[in-house]
């Protein structure tokens, strides 16, 4: 249980330079018969890693989201380089968190205290 599984032999991947920064990232096949650009020699824990954002890789060198959850504790995964990129904006890694401080901010203006009122004037009587 958490074996770690000797790193599996790379197929069809190779690095790229990021168009943004500039810095290597490898470009490894995902399942969906696409690619993806992950950060390289960079395998964080799988719970440390927002749940969409976990890459891991199977035994012929595709990788694919890991979708277990609760995710095993010994799980190491891939990042994207894009979350790890100086150069690009980071994306939304939490939206459930994005929603709350959405939600948090309307309370803010909702719960704002009412203004004092002006002091009562009488009407000019001229
Ligand atoms: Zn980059």
Partial sequence: MGALEKTPRRLGSGQ???????LPQDRVATLEYDWVMLEPDMAPLAHT????????ELSDGRVTVYGVCPP???QRCRIEHRLACPAQPLP????????LRGENARQTER???EPPP?????????
């Fill in 111 to 113: 719960d704002e205290p």
């Fill in 92 to 99: 939304d890694l939490w939206p459930w968190l994005t929603a």
């Fill in 118 to 126: 002006p002091p009562a004037q009488w009407p000019d009587a001229g």
């Fill in 16 to 22: 790229l330079r990021c168009p943004y920064c500039g």
């Fill in 49 to 56: 890693v927002p749940a969409e954002h976990r890459w891991i």
């Fill in 72 to 74: 095993d504790q010994f």
